[in-house]
């Protein structure tokens, strides 16, 4: 069975830092693409970043460049996100994701963790 | 950037009727582009449909995409009590690279 275990969120003050993790398991992690996706209290989604199949290629949302870090563990099968210089808006639930890419091109997410709630608050 | 945007906002049925979710793009785009997902509350989201038609894994066949260019369909043929949620359209390209529609939520 897939699962993915996401964890590590929690209460942080404005400028602080928290690292997000999840766990893979069920499938051979180092053969695909991984995401995080955010969700606000009450709100939609919204990606936030991608990386490859070996942690070269990254990708991120404009509002978390050079905040944000997302990295990967192959021999741990674990997904991460560092997420520095926190800001009220960033506060969510945040979800990882397996990525999935269409034979002709286009991308969507075909297993999610449950989430792990990040808040920023003083 | 592309824009989606879903209608309507909030959709009232009943069990047993017919719904039908749009998710329409500022842009005419590829349909192996676009995805949908089913959110409960307090739940992660599930994939449905991918490449505008494909099911995903596990889905059941009342779930069924469709549409092409600008405007998608998702249609759920006969609801089912556990059908009420809150529907996305995803969309594939631009900047950002994946973007989601706001929702559809359906209720009873």
């Known amino acids: 069975e897939i699962q993915l275990v996401d964890s590590g969120g929690g209460l942080v003050q404005p400028g602080g830092s928290l690292r997000l993790s999840c766990a893979a398991s069920?499938?051979?992690?180092?053969?695909?693409?991984m995401t995080w996706v955010r969700q606000a209290p009450g709100m939609g989604l919204e990606w936030v970043a991608n990386?490859?199949?070996?942690?070269?290629?990254?990708y991120y949302l404009d509002s978390v460049k050079g905040r944000f870090t997302i990295s990967r563990d192959s021999a741990k099968n674990s997904l991460y996100l560092q997420m520095d210089s926190l800001r009220a808006e960033d506060t969510a639930v945040y979800f990882c994701?397996?990525?999935?890419?269409?034979?002709?091109?286009?991308?969507?997410?075909?297993?999610w963790g449950h989430g792990t709630l990040v808040t920023v608050s003083s | 950037d592309i824009v989606l945007t879903q209608s309507p906002g909030t959709l009232s049925l009943s069990p047993g009727e017919r719904a039908t979710l749009s998710c329409r793009t500022s842009?005419?785009?590829?349909?192996?582009?676009l995805a949908w997902y089913q959110q409960k509350p307090g739940q992660a989201p599930r994939l449905l449909i991918y490449?505008?038609?494909s099911r995903a894994t596990g889905i059941p066949d009342r779930f069924s995409g469709s549409g092409s260019g600008t405007d998608f369909t998702l249609t759920i043929s006969r609801l089912e009590p556990e059908d009420f949620a809150v529907y996305y359209c995803?969309?594939?390209?631009?900047?950002?690279?994946?973007?989601f529609g706001q929702g559809t939520k359906l209720e009873i």
């Open positions: 990386i490859n199949k070996v942690g070269s290629e990254k």
């Open positions: 069920g499938f051979t992690f180092s053969n695909y693409w």
């Open positions: 842009q005419s785009v590829r349909s192996s582009y």
């Open positions: 995803q969309l594939y390209g631009g900047s950002p690279p994946n973007t």
């Open positions: 994701a397996r990525l999935r890419s269409t034979d002709y091109g286009g991308e969507y997410f075909d297993y």
């Open positions: 490449a505008a038609s």
